[in-house]
């Protein structure tokens, strides 16, 4: 009954999402208050619908409802209660009803938090995101019903994916879709704005917290994913440019980018036209994400199934949103306003060189990952393209990125002092000269990521410069108070990006060795000696597994244990290697086990990654720098018309 | 600066940063792109020893042979084209004899493989899907699903 009443609310939903996508349309056309209106409720209660759906389908999977193909074929009765909930969203069906329900939840956000936008604005809005809505909820209920019964109802089910059956996948897709879809928001705002034919800086006002809110989630969706990666693949890499995470660096690329742009035409009011495309290009990018996700025309983790009927149906959407928007940009964006020009040296101009670098580096990224598909497509050659290709292409874009950001910063607006501000950053050059020659004299190479190194060093010392002039000028603590929020959300962000520079510039100075264990005998890693003490087995709640008990000393001196195991998972008869992994400081030592001979020795990887933990907290430092600018009270969702009319602090004099 | 020189300026710095970008993915893409072939390919191409290739077929049953040392060598086939392959490191949890197998590496002058990465596939159901559309234009594909 539970489930059938999902099932019944999804469908309502999709009459809603058209409802929705229409009677505000006209309204506004017909400038009838009234209709317009409708938006609010039916985009709530269409989020609230959709919402009871994917309860029903939590709720089947909880009770473990072998009636239900989606359960039958990702759930086990045996399977740990947090992997029957995450289990909803590992799966094609369940993880598009994710994909839907955070789609309408952004639609009931703008409806709730939208009280100061003009009725037009807000009506468009909402009947494209509506559009989107409906558009999506066709295709669940046509091509991926989460809700199809069986008639004859199995004993036991298939069991989820054991690889996916991590805490780390528990909060990954989530958070990503959170980012991906946020950024629909920013499309549809987009979108009204070409269709209402108005543009101003009260636009960007309402449109940056919600790019930023996108961007954060992101941001902490990808750091999430390629832990995720690190962690339970068992081989210690965290990013393998594989075309499902470009799918996610994409519209992190232009998210970036448009988060910067905005901030010009918010206090310049310039560059809107540029900044209506990269709205669209952002959420564009997230959509060819989840086509090619979701479509089957790539083979990884993250496909679940292929159905080419399924593939048609995404292609179709994203033809007719991509398409549709780029040709409204194409006839309405030469009727917008246009900004004035600036001159080349000033935090525009700096904010100007930020979006090409990014989205020339976004665009490489789209290269790279069609490429091939259309090679195969065109002639029938299956190539791959790996890390080569990209670290040739964008090593040589992100280095001179890193080295303007800081610049970029201490440029006022209107009109900046570039050897001012390469005076006021002396303190930064230094300390990144000084990082880079102590780097080199500890390890000597690789120069990539010695020169990286310092780099890193840089960008974080040059982030908070200003911030730390601001302060030696007289009452520290009275001027740091006084600076606002996004101030130093913009200096943290980017000393997040610093560090997770460092993390990635350390990779090059890690142990990465293959190694034949004997029980008893140590075996260095690094500065570490690993003796594995014990092995044996043991069953968990669905699966069996031979661990290795571990021991890591340094100097005699016993620092930790680990247990690195490898698990087989009955239901699906398959094998996964868990990694045994010790924090030590921000560095980690990590093993994962291989095949076990006859003589007793254990074939082991056995890794030392310095500061390694820092490719991942400075994603975290990025997001919590990105919430502070959110927390910032002129910047806050639903207050433009005020601080409008509040006075302007500028962010650098 | 007039307002035709700011112009001039953007839009130059943007065609520069574009052209080297442009030149950049040229350069990378003829450098570092592998190509994927199935054994039976492999054997109707002439491809010079030392070339970086991806391979992909099934491993054939009974072909498995440890070596000391982690050297491990099998046999990739199509059920038309058998390639030998040689690896020294640790295979993948899901190696097994019949099942779908992707090898990086570089072909020797001998005519064996030299792989420096083995995948394997992620689960029962899944094959690569390059395996797979071989398979199918070798006419032993036994449809989807089909186990072994």
């Known amino acids: 009954m539970i489930v059938e009443t999902g099932h019944f609310a999804l469908v309502l939903a999709l009459a809603l999402a058209l409802a929705q996508a229409i009677l505000p349309f006209v309204g506004a056309r017909l400038r009838d208050v009234s209709l317009m209106r409708v938006a609010r409720p039916v985009a709530v209660a269409q989020f609230l619908l959709v919402a009871t759906a994917y309860g029903a389908l939590t709720y089947a999977h909880v009770v473990s409802d072998f009636s239900l193909v989606n359960v039958i074929e990702n759930s086990h009765s045996l399977k740990p209660m947090i992997y029957k909930i995450s289990g909803v969203w590992g799966n094609h069906e369940g993880s598009m009803l994710l994909w839907v329900l955070v789609l309408s939840s952004c639609g009931a956000a703008i409806a709730l938090l939208s009280r100061a936008m003009p009725d037009v604005l807000r009506a468009d809005t909402l009947a494209v995101q509506g559009l989107m809505g409906a558009a999506f909820l066709a295709f669940i209920l046509l091509t991926s019903n989460p809700f199809a019964r069986v008639a004859d109802p199995p004993w036991q089910g298939r069991d989820l994916n054991p690889i996916l059956q991590d805490p780390g996948l528990a909060i990954h897709p989530p958070l990503l879709y959170l980012g991906y879809v946020g950024f629909s928001i ?167 060189v930020n979006n090409l670098l990014l989205t020339v580096a976004c665009a490489t990224v789209v290269i790279g990952t069609l490429y091939p598909l259309a090679l195969e497509a065109l002639t029938g050659d299956k190539i791959s393209v790996g890390a080569p290709f990209f670290d040739t292409v964008l090593i040589p874009i992100a280095l001179p990125l890193v080295l303007l950001m800081p610049i970029g910063q201490m440029l006022a607006w209107k009109r900046g002092d570039l050897l001012a501000a390469l005076q006021r950053l002396r303190a930064a050059f230094a300390a990144g000269v000084v990082a880079l020659a102590a780097f080199g004299a500890l390890y000597g190479a690789p120069a990539l990521s010695i020169v990286s190194a310092g780099l890193a060093v840089y960008l974080v010392i040059g982030a908070f410069t200003d911030i730390a002039q601001r302060a030696a000028q007289g009452n520290a603590l009275a001027r740091l108070r006084g600076l606002p929020l996004s101030a130093w959300g913009t200096s943290i962000a980017h000393a997040g990006m610093g560090l997770s ?63 690195p195991a490898k698990r087989f998972y009955q239901a699906r008869r398959m094998a996964r290697t868990e990694a045994g992994i010790v924090t030590l400081g921000l560095g980690q030592v990590y093993a994962a086990l291989g095949e076990q001979h006859e003589d007793g020795t254990l074939d082991a990887r056995l890794y030392y990654k310095p500061l390694v933990l820092l490719i991942w907290l400075g994603a975290v430092v990025m997001a919590l720098g990105g919430g502070l600018s959110l927390a910032d009270r002129r910047l806050r969702i639903g207050v433009a018309s005020r601080a409008r009319t509040a006075a302007q602090p500028q962010a650098a004099e | ?122 689960d029962e159901r899944y094959m690569p899907r390059e395996v797979a559309d071989s398979l199918k234009k070798q006419g032993v594909w036994q449809g989807e699903g089909t186990k072994k």
């Open chain 1, 186 to 352: 920013v499309f549809s705002f987009a979108a009204a704005a070409l269709i209402g034919g108005r543009i101003d800086a009260a636009w960007a006002r309402f449109v940056r917290p919600w790019t930023l809110a996108a961007w954060i989630f992101l941001t902490l969706g990808i750091a999430m994913g390629s832990y995720w990666a690190y962690y339970t693949l068992g081989w210690g890499g965290f990013w393998f440019w594989d075309p499902v995470e470009n799918a996610s660096l994409m519209p992190w690329l232009a998210g970036t980018a448009l988060l910067h742009c905005a901030a010009v035409m918010e206090k310049r009011e310039a560059l809107k036209v540029w900044t209506i495309f990269l709205s669209i290009l952002a959420f564009s990018l997230s959509l060819l994400g989840t086509f090619l996700v979701r479509s089957g025309v790539l083979t990884s983790v993250h496909a679940f199934a292929s159905d080419p009927q399924r593939g048609v149906f995404i292609l179709a959407i994203l033809v007719a949103f991509i398409g549709g928007a780029l040709a409204l940009f194409a006839f309405r964006a030469s009727a917008l306003p246009t900004g004035g020009l600036f001159a080349p040296i000033s935090r525009e101009g700096a904010l100007v």
């Open chain 1, 501 to 563: 520079l460092l993390g990635l510039a350390a990779t090059g100075w890690g142990v990465e060795q293959i190694v034949a264990m004997k029980p008893g005998v140590a075996q260095e890693v690094g500065p570490y000696q690993v003796t594995i003490e014990d092995i044996a087995s043991r069953a968990g709640p669905n699966y069996a597994e031979t661990y290795a008990v571990m021991a890591l000393r340094k100097g005699g001196e016993t620092i930790a244990r680990i247990e």
């Open chain 2, 1 to 122: 600066m007039t307002r035709k020189g700011k112009r001039l300026a953007l839009i130059s710095g943007a065609l520069a940063v574009l052209a080297i970008a442009v030149g950049l993915v040229l350069f990378a893409l003829r450098d570092n792109i592998v190509f994927f072939y199935s054994p039976a390919e492999l054997a109707q191409k002439r491809v010079a020893p030392g070339t970086r290739l991806r391979i992909g077929g099934l491993v054939k049953e009974g072909s498995v042979q440890r070596g000391d040392d982690r050297n491990v060598a099998f046999t990739v086939t199509d059920r038309t084209a058998d390639l030998s392959v040689t690896y020294k490191g640790l295979l993948p949890d899901l190696f097994r004899e019949g099942q779908g197998v992707v090898v990086d590496g570089t072909l020797g002058a001998d005519g064996a493989f030299r792989a420096d990465s083995v995948l394997a596939k992620h």
